[in-house]
């Protein structure tokens, strides 16, 4: 284990050494893990075993110091390195210990596309300006508040839109997920952010150009599948060639995910309680764990303890 100091400092953990821990009662089976993966992200259940269950035991331990309700658990990250699964995933397995888990994604706070085309955003959908911040940060402040029924619209990826009149409803959840790329940022002058509102949170990290490739691929996927249906926005790229398919997601990265990575989303990379980094198979090889310099024990010692 290795240490790393600043404001906060991280245990650094290889992946060996965090799966000594164990993964206790937080297992799945093979054909659960397999209907929870996303596309083009080749998830193997030793991930759950080694990784994402030992994070789950440690982040019990935290809701038992907490006491809060409901726990929030924010999952950031760039596009294209598995935060949508990976949300999945942990949600399945906390919700193995009889209670109630739910996960929504930032996604359904973006601006419709109709606003978006009317201030010329469209080409930065993703960038924290994209998103309603406001209606965000009531959900999440009623949401503290304990307000019993609440309600977040529904995105489509294939329409990449909102769908009107379509909404998920988030009653009373005991632990909640929030995803998205952009929740881990604060603010310049005091203002309150989404992040104020977490009680813990995770970065999924990774080299940019293995991102970069991941995001290709699943791009050439896309084409080849959604892309071909009429209703697909991106349904203009159905006849590409197999070249022109890889130059054109290629390009959408370079012009919009990455400067939106390296602007805002990695600057926040060390605000998070655990950043896992990928390697470029998908699987986490590194786990970093923060806590502060003033003295407090991380609840990574506890479990070891245990283990």
């Known amino acids: 284990m290795k240490r790393d100091r600043s404001t906060y400092f991280f245990d650094s953990f290889t992946r060996s050494q965090w799966a000594r821990f164990g993964a206790g009662t937080y297992r799945l089976s093979v054909d659960a893990l397999s209907s929870l993966k996303g596309i083009n992200e080749p998830l193997l ?35 294209a390195v598995g935060k949508s699964t990976f949300s999945r995933v942990i949600r399945a397995v906390l919700a193995q210990a009889s209670r109630t888990v739910e996960l929504v994604a930032t996604d359904g706070f973006l601006w419709p596309t109709a606003i978006l085309e009317q201030r010329d955003l469209m080409r930065r959908k993703g960038f924290p300006e994209s998103y309603d911040l406001e209606s965000m940060l009531a959900f999440l402040a009623n949401l503290k508040a304990g307000k019993s029924v609440l309600q977040v619209p529904v995105y489509s990826h294939e329409l990449y839109d909102i769908v009107p009149e379509q909404f998920q409803t988030i009653i009373l959840p005991q632990v909640l997920i929030f995803e998205g790329l952009n929740v881990l940022q604060g603010s310049r002058d005091n203002a309150v952010v989404a992040s104020d509102y977490f009680d813990f949170s995770i970065y999924l990290d990774a080299d940019q150009n293995d991102i970069e490739q991941w995001y290709v691929d699943r791009f050439s996927v896309l084409q080849k599948t959604v892309f071909q249906r009429p209703t697909s926005y991106f349904h203009h790229y159905r006849s590409l060639r197999p070249s022109e398919v890889r130059t054109t997601g290629r390009q959408i990265w370079r012009t919009i995910n990455l400067p939106n990575l390296l602007q805002n989303i990695q600057p926040t990379r060390e605000r998070a309680s655990v950043i896992l980094r990928k390697g470029r198979s998908h699987a986490v090889e590194e786990v970093l764990w923060r806590h502060s310099v003033e003295g407090d024990e991380a609840p990574v010692t506890n479990l070891a303890r245990e283990s």
């Open 45 to 79: 259940i030793s991930e759950v075993d080694e990784v994402i269950g030992p994070l789950c035991r440690l982040i019990d331990l935290r809701i038992e110091e907490k006491s809060t309700c409901p726990f929030v658990i924010a999952v950031s990250g760039s596009v």
